[in-house]
């Protein structure tokens, strides 16, 4: 018997828990020689400003051993271009696209909301509240409970579409972050966004990015992701993307125990281009193999004696 693995996350339907992370992505086109992106449950676009952005100063990524550092700094062509340009494509296909969306004022994140409300083809927001390499906004608002509330009221104020929560764990306590932004109205959560590191060059004496310091994630990450979704699924009732590390099936099963309703692949695919699909078959696999009926099931079992 086939699985049931669709899931509901704040009033997004997937017909699959495994969706990308944002900014490791592009708008889909990238990928579609490679995979049916019909296949995903969903799909989080790179991260998108009010205007267009230039990003960081190069260099931007730096390889770790396990893992990669990224100091873009939300580079992309700005929320015009990407209704104009990029969503007709992406509404070729049947699955939601969820926007990332970024600003360096609360009131840029309102218009945002406001302009994507209108556009045709968007199944929900997520709220980058949590970037650690940009200098305005970002982490600014992510990590302070009452900014990041602010923000998600500015929000639903402006759209009735999904809002979905991205926390950092570049904070003392990430289940204070999503208690607060709970009661300001938001729909879920995703998390992890990267975790601040940096790298230095012992041949030049300099750090290695333009930006100094910059974004890791990749497996290095994947225990404190964890840790944050088990934290997280104990402190609040929203559904959790879950993110960080996820490399394989098992990785993505992990997640979901700890109380991952869903689950975004990122920098796996820069290595592998079909990590989203595998990753869904795997669970599948999974699911068959222990006689799991329904993925409800597993969400958050690890919890449970
Ligand atoms: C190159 C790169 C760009 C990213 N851009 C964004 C972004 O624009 N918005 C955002 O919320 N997260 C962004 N992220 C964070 C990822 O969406 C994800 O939260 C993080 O990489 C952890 O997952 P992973 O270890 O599977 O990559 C970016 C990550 C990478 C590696």
Redesign the pocket.
Known sequence: MKPELSVNIGGIKMKNPVT?????FGYGPEYAPYIDLNRLGAI?V???TLKSRQGNPTP??VETPS??L?A?G?Q?PGVDYFIERALPFLSNFDLPVIV?I?GDTVEDYGLLAGKLDSASGVAGL?V?I??PNVKKGGLQFGSDPESAAEVVRVIKSSTGLPVIV?LSPNVTSITDLAVSVAEAGADAL?????ILGMAIDIKARRPVLGNIMG????????PV?VRCVWQVYKAVKLPIIG?????SAEDAIEFILAGASAV???????VNPRATVEILEGIEEYCRKYGCRDIQELVGAAHRQ
């Not at 993110?243 to 490399?247: E, W």
């Open positions: 990308t992370a944002s900014g490791t989080v790179k991260g998108t931007r990524i893992g990669m990224n873009i939300l992309n990332n970024s997520e980058n949590s970037c991205k995703s998390l992890i966004n990267t974004g890791l994630s990749g497996p290095a990450v994947r992701a993110m960080g590390g996820i490399v975004a692949v990122g920098t796996a695919n820069f």
